[in-house]
């Protein structure tokens, strides 16, 4: 009997079969098929590993005080308390956490609080600025700002026009840098993921141009969204991306490791003005944005829990630990023509596999993931581009595992 279950991002005409996972253990999960080595932290999500005891505790212990309460003009403890540690540690002049439920609705709630801010302030901005090959998710808000393509063509009735500017890739920042002089005289917001874009490819960028785009944003009034829902809690190597590039954004989004991993919560911080922009006896400037599930308690105690960890464990050391055996088993593939394009920022490695049809559609795309599968190792890749992105607790031994499983895939389907 086939399942009624209809899985995100999957063709199911080409992947007839899927493991069923029954339980995580830090870097590893059990499925009916074997144990799978998770290289891709189930998404990007899992930091400290699958069931961190601390968290899965706070989950216990907030389940027996209070599940669930409805968050307008109602308060709970652990939402009070993940706000200020966020505050604590965000950017300079973020002074305001609004939640919501994933990264896609964390922009969309970036992008409405900019829009409103010009609005109330009397002289509306409607203009979005955006990179070229950007992701920023899958609601017809988010999809806007994406990147044009597979992604999206079927919806393009519904997305809004944004100016898209260049990649700043090696050699073109100052294209990119340029186009943004002119956009942003009249912008409302530009937004980006800071250092490295995700879906779009892993494609990464320099701190000085990520300083330069906020340079010129500051200069025109424009505000700057930084989406660090894939690059927040230590991907990059950092805390946030955007302390690399010493960038303080006017709006951040944060989502994925914010729970360390175990359950939905994002949030939206922004600074006081845009706060101050909706905050009126007018009841029209209202910020009209909600979900039924905002700042549940249990994903708050989860994320409580997650700051504790940051706080009380190594985890920067073990962050650049990481980013070094990234660094170290790279190295073979540098020379090898099979593969192009070896890269690494922070945790984050990626390396393209030489084939006749590269990018997202390339045919070798699902069959990489069936061959990872079978030897016991998760990695999607996005088309010819293999990713690793590990939970931090990972051990030499099992990177070797991924990377062991990399080559052999060169081996088998890479062109010389």
């Known amino acids: 009997m086939s399942s009624p279950v209809w899985h995100p991002f999957t063709q199911h005409a080409l992947t007839p ?15 009916d098929k074997g144990r799978l080595l998770d290289a891709i932290s189930s998404w990007w999500v899992i930091t400290h590993g699958h069931r961190h005891p601390k968290i ?3 989950i216990k212990a907030q389940a027996d005080q209070l599940d669930q309460v409805i968050f307008a003009n109602l308060t709970h403890q652990p939402a009070e308390d ?18 919501s439920d994933s990264g896609s609705t964390a922009v969309e709630v970036a992008l409405k609080m900019a829009l409103g801010f010009w609005k109330n302030g009397g002289k509306p901005r409607t203009k979005i600025i955006a990179l070229e090959h950007a992701y920023h998710g899958d609601t017809v808000g988010t999809m806007s700002p994406g990147a044009r393509g597979v992604f999206t063509d079927a919806y393009a009735p519904f997305l809004f026009d944004v100016v898209r500017l260049p990649f700043p890739a090696a050699g073109r920042e ?6 943004l002089k002119v956009a942003a005289k009249d912008a409302a917001a530009l937004i980006v993921e800071p250092l490295i874009l995700g879906s779009g490819g892993m494609l990464i960028y320099s ?102 960890i940051w706080q009380d464990e190594p985890v920067l050391e073990r962050i650049a630990g990481l980013a070094d055996m990234q660094e170290e ?7 090898d023509s099979r593969f192009t394009n070896v890269r690494r920022l922070g945790t984050i490695a990626a390396l393209e596999l030489t084939v006749p049809d590269p990018g997202y559609l390339s045919g070798i795309g699902p069959r990489l993931m069936a061959f990872f599968l079978e030897r016991g190792v998760l990695l ?37």
Not at 212 to 231: F, K, P, Q, S, Y
Not at 243 to 262: N, R, Y
Not at 288 to 304: G, W
Not at 329 to 335: D, G
């Open 380 to 416: 999607r890749p996005l088309g010819n581009t293999i990713y690793v992105m590990p939970p931090y607790g990972v051990t030499a031994a099992e990177l070797d595992l991924v990377y062991d499983a990399i080559a052999a895939a060169g081996q088998k389907f890479g062109i010389k």
């Open 174 to 179: 100052q294209e990119t840098l340029d186009m």
């Open 82 to 99: 993940v706000a200020r540690e966020l505050i604590a540690i965000a950017p300079l002049g973020l002074s305001h956490v609004f939640y």
């Open 17 to 31: 079969d899927f493991p069923l996972v029954s339980r995580g253990e830090g870097v590893w999960l059990e499925t």
């Open 207 to 308: 701190p000085e141009v990520l300083r330069a785009l906020a340079v010129i944003c500051r200069r025109n009034g424009t505000l700057l969204i930084a989406d660090e829902v894939m690059t927040g809690f230590g991907r990059t190597g950092t805390l946030f991306a955007c302390k690399q590039a010493g960038v303080a954004p006017d709006i951040m989004c944060l989502s994925k490791g914010l729970t360390g991993g175990s359950l939905p919560l994002a949030v939206t911080l922004c600074t006081p003005e845009i706060f101050q922009a909706h905050y009126s006896q007018d009841r029209s400037r209202t910020f009209f944005h909600s979900s039924s599930f905002t700042a549940n308690p249990i994903a708050c105690a989860a994320a409580r829990a997650n700051l504790e």
């Open 329 to 335: 088993r790279l190295a073979r593939f540098r020379a």
């Open 56 to 58: 899965v505790a706070a």
